[in-house]
């Protein structure tokens, strides 16, 4: 059914890319394209013990792959429509289990390695402008260009993912380009609805004033923990998002604060009231609508040659994390150093880290042998799950970004009894 809607709404797209417009009239289309592949891999280890959501102790390398397509027609000035297929396939390390921060932005939790095509994104948008100065916005990614006023409400429609407007930090939100551990991409306890590929249907409207940005979207959950179908009981299944960004200068430098709030109702068992805990301990058939709500809070700075970043997330951590992963509370920050003082001016270096944990409800879970959607050890020696990660992106072209990127867990999976490991990763990003 996905390929059948593609192979229709594609030539709705594309008969206008090809028609240029003359200079000073809007241009009624917009393509964009991207290619993301990632090898990471890490060496074999001999841990205590080994349940069924650990990582591997033997030697281990995967392969990950992701191409996008991103088109958007105008329907009129201020209304446009977009759509975003995808084309996905590999694998994480270890079927994307034994770790509370994944290490890799780009893998799903899918049953199949292969190569597969799906609609990410497809919604509409509508921008109500509200005074007279105008600010110029280039074309891009899901972004004609055009003019728009300082002072506007925009509303957006259909299928799309919370991350790509909530909880946005500019230097650690996007795991083809930046930082690829999850607890580095977004706050690790944000427990955002969304299927097993990160991506909702709902509504979002925004608010935009000169210096802030006041965000609310309701959407729906997954079915079932980070799974590939969608729960459409709406509003009994439901997300609602809250944010709110504020710009002001801090030691004369420009400076962003920002504030996430999320109340979910999923389908998720309370950690207290789950009483079999082997072999596979995630409920199947709840029929009963639970709450789980958190919040995300950050604060970011550019200077010339550098920017730092600093986040922390914390969720009621008594029930089943739902549709991002198994973090209740947490704390990453960094800095990137941009390539101007090496003469790579295009080039990045990031440096960063995390510190993710687990509520008691949850560790006691684990502890008795209990495992979620992307950790479970058959028991628990509970410590705080460290991150650290370093990448530097070379820039080869105009188009093509290669990444080498290294990262050190401690207590993967929060457990001392499995000790610590390290992950490399080579990771080619294309797009035009």
Not at 24 to 37: A, E, P, Q
Not at 76 to 95: C, K, Y
Request: charged residues 20%.
């Amino acid at each position: 059914m996905k390929k059948i809607c593609i192979s229709l709404v594609l030539p709705f797209f594309i008969h206008s890319t090809a028609a240029q417009t003359d200079k000073g009239r809007l241009r009624n289309s917009t393509f964009h394209f991207m290619n993301t592949v990632v090898q990471q891999g890490h060496s074999s280890f001999s841990p205590l013990y080994s349940g069924i959501k650990s990582l591997d102790s033997n030697k281990e390398t995967q392969i990950t792959v992701r191409n996008t397509w991103f088109l958007g027609r105008r329907l009129g000035r201020n209304t446009s429509i977009f759509i975003n297929p995808e084309l996905a396939g590999g694998s994480g390390l270890s079927g994307v289990s034994g770790f509370g921060g994944f290490p890799n932005g780009e893998a799903f939790r899918v049953g199949s390695g292969a190569p597969k095509v799906y609609v990410a994104r497809f919604f509409i948008r509508h921008q109500i402008l509200l005074n007279e100065e105008v600010e110029q916005f280039q074309n891009s990614v899901n972004q004609f260009e055009e003019e728009l006023t300082t002072k506007r409400i925009t509303l957006t429609a259909g299928k799309f993912s919370l991350l790509d407007y909530f909880d946005g930090s500019q230097y650690a939100n996007d795991g083809r380009t930046q930082f690829m551990n999850w607890a580095l991409m977004t706050g690790g306890a944000y427990d955002f609805a969304s299927d097993t590929r990160g991506n909702t249907w709902g509504v979002l409207a925004e608010y935009f004033v000169p210096g802030r940005i006041m965000r609310f979207a309701a959407v729906v959950p997954s079915n079932s923990p980070n799974g590939p179908k969608f729960d459409f009981n709406f509003p009994h299944a439901s997300g609602y998002n809250f944010d709110i960004r504020q710009n002001f200068k801090l030691f004369r430098n420009p400076a962003t604060v920002g504030f996430t709030a999320f109340l979910n109702h999923t389908l998720g068992a309370k950690f207290n009231d789950i009483p079999n805990t082997a072999p596979d301990s995630v409920r199947k058939f709840e029929t009963r609508y639970r709450k789980k709500y958190g919040f995300v809070t950050n604060l970011e700075q550019e200077f010339q040659r550098w920017a730092w970043f600093v986040t922390g997330s914390w969720a009621d951590g008594k029930t089943e994390n739902w549709g991002f992963t198994q973090i209740d509370h947490s704390l990453m920050g960094g800095f990137v150093l941009f390539g101007y003082s090496w003469l790579r001016p295009n080039d990045k270096l990031g440096i960063g880290g995390a510190i993710n944990g687990l509520s008691p409800e949850q560790r006691n879970f684990l502890a008795r042998g209990g495992n979620g959607f992307i950790i479970g050890d058959g028991s628990l020696n509970y410590a705080p799950e460290k991150v650290f990660e370093v990448y530097y992106s070379f820039r080869a072209n105009l188009n093509i970004f290669i990444t080498l990127d290294y990262q050190y867990i401690w207590n993967m999976a929060y457990n001392s009894d499995r000790g610590n490991i390290g992950v490399w990763a080579i990771r080619s990003h294309v797009e035009f």
